[in-house]
């Protein structure tokens, strides 16, 4: 089982959006409508993840996608750099 997917040049349609199945929670750059490329990077979440478990973090990139889990006890931040 995998619970987090980092992405890179992913397949991106005419609307600009990626495709994963119902079971993912699909998160783009925090950039992603400021700039005018396309992103090349994308996070897949999965949705038996508790989302107040984790959150997206602002990054000033449209190839950087940074997501933070959480815990009473302490905090892990993975980063997908393109």
């Known amino acids: 089982n995998w619970d987090i997917v980092a992405i890179q040049e992913p397949t991106i349609d005419n609307k600009g959006n990626t495709r994963a199945t119902p ?3 699909v998160v783009y750059p925090t950039q ?6 396309c992103s090349r990077a994308v996070m897949l979440v999965n949705k038996c993840l508790n989302t107040n478990s984790w959150r997206q973090l602002p990054f000033p990139s449209a190839d950087i996608v940074v997501i933070q889990f959480s815990s009473v006890v302490s905090s892990l ?3 997908n750099i393109y």
């Open 23 to 25: 079971d993912w929670h």
């Open 77 to 79: 931040t993975i980063f």
């Open 32 to 37: 992603r409508f400021t700039h005018s490329k």
